[in-house]
């Protein structure tokens, strides 16, 4: 198992940007595959918003956030990113880090064992 925590939401106008961290510990990072998740609201299911392979050569993106947001893995600092630009109140939720078995089975929820606790983002002006 890899314990995960995630590090850099806030509070951000329409059009800014963030970066998330998500330092892993435990295994070797580069046999996961990591995903950002978020939830919109309490009792909402978690949706995926970016995944990406153990080495990096797999990336997936929802269709919400294509061309905005970028995801990335330094695997010699057992860290995923994920870049978020032009950020819109609809992506306002708490997002979560969470690594699955490498080759990932799925980018469902079930098919990440590992989750962060979760960082808040709001964007609003």
């Known amino acids: 198992q890899v314990l995960l925590e995630e590090s850099g939401g806030g509070s951000v106008r329409p059009g800014g940007s963030l970066r998330l961290s998500c330092a892993a510990s435990g295994r070797t990072f580069s046999t996961y595959g990591m995903g950002w998740f978020r939830r919109h609201a309490p009792g909402k299911e978690r949706e995926v918003v970016a995944?990406?392979?153990?080495?990096?050569?797999?990336?997936y993106y929802a269709d919400s956030v294509k061309g905005r947001f970028t995801i990335s893995r330094d695997n010699a600092q057992n860290t995923v990113y994920l870049q978020m630009n032009r950020l819109k109140p609809e992506d306002t939720a708490v997002y979560y880090c969470?690594?699955?078995?490498?080759?990932?089975?799925?980018?469902?929820?079930?098919?990440?064992?590992?989750w962060g606790q979760g960082t808040q983002v709001t964007v609003s002006s």
């Open positions: 995944a990406i392979s153990g080495s990096g050569d797999k990336i």
């Open positions: 969470a690594a699955g078995e490498d080759p990932l089975s799925g980018l469902g929820v079930a098919d990440f064992g590992s």
